[in-house]
């Protein structure tokens, strides 16, 4: 059978990563899990920020400028909404923080990668 399939031309090739191929990808994967969780924690800041009524009327949202309009916001009423408001806050920073130690990692594992 497998012959037949050969000889038809129905057979393409495969290849199969090595543990440094598959490492490389699981790094990468994990960026791009991180990028997601990202723009999820930014929604849900961006979310809670307009339960409390308050709206950004500038076109760009998270340059320095949309930065210093959300840390003005420094105090709610409610302790337990400055707490959410302070985690969600910290939850991006926490995920810009892995996304930037996953970036140097995949720089360096590149640098002695064969398909580089």
Not at 44 to 66: A, E, M, N, V
Not at 101 to 115: N, P, Q, S
Request: charged residues 35%; contains cysteine; proline residues 3%.
């Amino acid at each position: 059978m497998l012959a037949r399939l050969w000889r038809a031309g129905e057979l393409k090739p495969i290849w199969t990563p090595d543990e440094a191929q598959e490492a490389m990808r699981d790094l990468i994967r994990t960026r791009k899990q991180a990028l997601e969780a990202l723009k999820i924690a930014k929604q849900q800041l961006l979310s809670f920020l307009l339960r409390h009524g308050l709206r950004y009327d500038r076109p760009t949202y998270w340059t320095k400028i949309h930065w210093r309009w959300i840390n003005e916001f420094r105090k709610f009423r409610c302790p337990h909404q400055q707490l959410a408001f302070e985690e969600l806050k910290r939850a991006i920073r926490q995920i810009k923080e892995r996304i930037s130690t996953l970036d140097l990692a995949i720089e360096d594992a590149v640098k002695d990668w064969r398909f580089a």
